[in-house]
């Protein structure tokens, strides 16, 4: 069993901003199953965060800048290697349900890091199925 933070390779921007990402699908996920059932205050509890998810996010692609007096946001992760976010975002929004119905596995090109995600799913569906049975 290989690891998937280190076949990613460890702790970095790009792996950072991929679990904020991974943290935006998960919320929004359960907010979507609360609805689904109808389980409004479960959604409105969610909300709060999303809300926490996103400006996590955003803080990892953006900077706070002031320029005459006035204070923005400006887009700061030009440095970021995209294709190994996109990577990364896939495979730990997978350990989300809504991850698995946005994120084919094929999606992710990587065998290795596709091979270590499958095979991690298919653990948790095992252990799954061991407690029900």
Do not use: C
């Amino acid at each position: 069993m290989t690891d998937l933070h280190t076949l990613l390779g460890g702790s970095t921007p790009e792996n950072n901003l991929a679990e904020e990402y991974a943290r935006v699908v998960d919320h929004f996920g359960r907010i979507a199953g609360a609805v689904e059932d109808g389980n409004l205050y479960y959604a409105w509890d969610k909300v709060s965060g999303l809300r926490s998810a996103l400006d996590a996010f955003e803080a990892r692609l953006g900077k706070e800048v002031t320029a005459d007096g006035e204070t923005f946001q400006r887009f700061a992760g030009q440095d970021l290697d995209g294709a190994k976010t996109a990577t990364a975002a896939v495979a730990f929004a997978r350990s989300h349900r809504a991850g698995r119905l946005l994120h084919p596995a094929e999606q992710i090109k990587d065998e290795a890091v596709r091979q270590a995600v499958l095979d991690g799913e298919e653990r948790s569906r095992r252990f799954r199925a061991d407690l029900d049975g």
